[in-house]
């Protein structure tokens, strides 16, 4: 990945939506190099254009970590496929420390939290103990990562 890729992600993650004409004009090079260049960068999944919708627009304004302990490590993977086929999970970290996973979940409501505790988390085989915080408010939130220089030859 040059830096003109790196240019170009930069970009996108600011605005997903920018036209490749302006992409285009940002990166010195023509609509049809940046179209190229996007096509490697999604077929490669170095980039994904995707939506994202605001939590209030969408009444999930309910955010929880949850930590959560396995018992045994021959557990890890079918956690894992569990937790990524639950749609309240937004991210699940395998993590150091005393515990096993950090979640992230969006809810409707602390009932709504509740039920997925209760009916599809803490019922996965091995989990012994979990612990839940409930954000406030939230200061920082971005899906943009800081792009850093390409690597000198």
């Known amino acids: 990945m040059d830096e003109i890729d790196r240019t170009l992600i930069s970009l996108l993650q600011q605005e997903g939506r920018l036209p490749q004409s302006l992409l285009a004009a940002e990166t010195g090079l023509s609509q049809s190099a940046v179209h190229e260049r996007l096509r490697r960068l999604t077929a490669s999944g170095a980039i994904k ?7 209030q627009a969408v009444d999930l304004t309910l955010l ?4 959560v302990g ?3 490590p021959e557990r890890d993977d079918g956690f894992r496929q569990a937790m990524s086929a639950e749609p309240a999970v937004l ?6 420390g005393d515990w096993s996973y ?4 969006r809810a409707a409501t602390v009932a709504g939290l509740e039920a997925v505790l209760t009916e599809r988390i ?3 085989p091995g989990v012994v103990r979990s612990h839940t915080m409930l954000a406030l408010s939230t200061a920082k939130e971005t899906h943009s990562l800081p792009i850093l220089p390409a690597p000198k030859a």
């Open 70 to 72: 396995l018992d045994r």
């Open 64 to 67: 929880a970590f949850v930590f």
């Open 122 to 124: 803490k019922r996965q």
């Open 102 to 105: 950090l979640l992230k979940i």
């Open 91 to 96: 991210e699940c970290h395998h993590i150091t």
């Open 49 to 55: 254009i995707v939506g994202v919708a605001d939590p």
